[in-house]
């Protein structure tokens, strides 16, 4: 079992910034992967970045160049810092843990007002 705790969400004006964290507990020692979806109301839900056990990231198209994904390993704990944010980028932020199978956080909202 994997226990994920989100924090940082909140709401911030267009061109803001917000940093997102995510902090991993239990067996953490298998986690292959960590990363951020989002979802916003009447949407599905999709993979915003993701950061393997090697540090390899990879990115949703319309987050490149402003998302940055990290890690601290010593502490367990996922970083997602949002720069430009847009109005677009409003929805739920889940944090998740790939351990054999997907473990997922509470949810933390987005709120980017134009």
């Known amino acids: 079992q994997v226990q994920l705790v989100e924090s940082g969400g909140g709401l911030v004006q267009a061109g803001g910034s917000l940093r997102l964290s995510c902090a991993a507990s239990g067996s953490i020692f298998s986690i292959t992967a960590m990363g951020w979806y989002r979802q916003a109301p009447g949407k599905q839900r999709e993979l915003v970045a993701t950061?393997?056990?090697?540090?390899?990231?990879n990115y949703q198209d319309s987050v490149k160049g402003r998302f940055t994904i990290s890690r601290d390993n010593a502490k367990n704990t996922v970083f997602l810092q949002m720069n430009s944010l847009k109005s677009e980028d409003t929805a739920v932020y889940y944090c998740?843990?790939?351990?054999?199978?997907?473990?997922w956080g509470q949810g933390t909202q987005v709120t980017v007002s134009s």
């Open positions: 950061i393997t056990s090697s540090g390899i990231t």
């Open positions: 998740y843990a790939d351990n054999y199978r997907k473990y």
